[in-house]
């Protein structure tokens, strides 16, 4: 009787989230494969359990409230009630995908049951593994999803990575860059879990903080006091962004303005020349130069779709540069960025976008977009390194992905 109470108010929510929208293809399509995963697993579930219509309950909550969070809440008394329902749609979203994975292996599994019992004789005892394979694909959607929320919704742990640079300059040995990449502030990620992040940034003492873009899923009036707590990020240089493909969904240039306006350094295409010797200590402009590191930032790599006035542009980044600083790192929230950036000349390039698949089977789909999924490249004569991200996206969910707070070391490359 709970479950049927729950499943009411759901039907009764739904109606005034969605009816200012129209019905997307996707979520017919989403609807569709739940209705699959249903007719695939219920009846084995049932063979069973006599408690499979919580299996049922919990598909139809699933598929009810997943198209929530994509649509924009309503203000007044319905604001509470919207975000408990998309915050409920974000992990229906997570334990679908698994359930819909898994539903599909145990089928294939199966099939290959048959066709060895069919071709090959092998005794199959039906009446075993079907209710059993339904219960271990439930079972395991449901871990992976209750493991994947706590490694989601924890701060992300630090991860030092030495990046071996080839006569890197003696005054520039042990300089630190802490990154932060798609933190993906937005419906579940609000201004304490953004104040963690900057809290463990502080700790590290970093010469510089490079925030990599994907920042934001939301507008500035529904988001901005949620980013607040990042004017509170301390490095010796500032803190620098780059603009990622969800800021340009989300209104990049209205982003760009708040983040300057809280301190932050946007690098459109453009660069800072980071001093990091003291200047009356220097003997010749060729030692002060040396002792410099330029830092760079270029735009999305899609944001020309969107503005063609901010093509993303790694030439065009180190317009002016000095020649005599041989140092130069480059943020880029795309790996993608990478064979136009080794062109060019840097020594380093920071990314994330890939989120290291944040949870399976989705790292198996990132490397037909991106060269590197996560962690530390070689292309050609500069190193790339990949974040898999400080936040999330969509669901709340994390396994086998863990987020990260990044360390990066610059040490002398051992020739």
Do not use: C
Not at 118 to 145: F, H, I, K, R
Not at 171 to 181: D, K, N, R, V
Not at 215 to 223: A, F, N, S
Not at 292 to 302: E, M, N, S
């Amino acid at each position: 009787m709970r479950g049927m109470r729950l499943a009411d108010e759901v039907s009764r929510a739904v109606p005034d989230f969605i009816a200012p929208m129209p019905i997307r293809p996707l979520s017919a399509l989403t609807a569709l494969l739940h209705v699959y995963i249903a007719l695939r697993l219920l009846p084995a579930l049932a063979v069973l359990t006599p408690a499979w219509p919580l299996a049922l309950l919990a598909l139809a909550v699933s598929a009810v409230t997943i198209p929530l969070p994509f649509v924009s809440r309503r203000a007044g008394r319905d604001a509470a009630t919207g975000d408990v329902l998309k915050w409920i749609g974000l992990i229906g979203m997570g334990w679908f995908s698994s359930m819909f994975v898994l539903t599909l292996l145990r089928d294939a599994g199966l099939l290959l049951a048959w066709l060895a019992s069919a071709l090959g004789g092998v005794p199959v005892q039906w009446n075993v593994l079907q209710p059993w394979s339904a219960l271990a694909v439930l079972a395991m959607a449901t871990a992976t999803s209750a493991i994947g929320f706590l490694n989601a919704r924890r701060t992300a742990g630090v991860k030092r990575v030495e990046v071996p640079i080839r006569g890197l300059p003696q005054a520039l040995e042990g300089f630190t860059i802490a990154q932060l990449s798609d933190i993906h502030v937005g419906p579940t990620i609000r201004s304490a879990y953004i104040q963690r992040i900057v809290d463990a940034v502080n700790r590290l003492g970093a010469d510089a903080i490079a925030i990599t873009g994907d920042l934001v899923d939301g507008t500035v009036p529904e988001l901005r006091e949620h980013i607040a707590p990042l004017a509170g990020l301390r490095a010796r240089h500032g803190t620098f962004v780059v603009t990622g493909n969800h800021e340009y969904y989300a209104g990049a240039h209205a982003w760009i303005d708040e983040l300057r306006r809280l301190g932050l350094k946007v690098l459109l295409n453009e660069h800072v020349v980071l001093q990091t010797r003291n200047v009356r200590g220097a003997q010749t402009d060729e030692e002060l130069f040396e002792s410099a590191l330029v830092l760079a930032g270029v735009t999305d790599f899609t944001a020309g779709h969107f503005d063609a006035a901010h093509t993303s542009d790694p030439h065009l980044a180190l317009h002016d540069a000095p020649p005599l600083v041989h140092t130069r790192v480059l943020l880029a929230h795309q790996p993608r960025s990478a064979p136009l950036a080794a062109v060019a000349g840097y020594q380093l390039q920071l990314s994330g976008h890939t989120h290291g698949g944040q949870f399976f089977p989705w790292n198996l789909f990132v490397p037909m977009q991106q060269p590197f999924t996560a962690g530390l490249h070689r292309l050609q004569d500069m190193w790339v390194y990949v974040s898999r991200g400080t936040g999330y996206w969509g669901p709340p969910k994390r396994f086998g992905a863990p987020s990260e707070i990044t360390l990066l070391t610059l040490v002398p490359a051992k020739s």
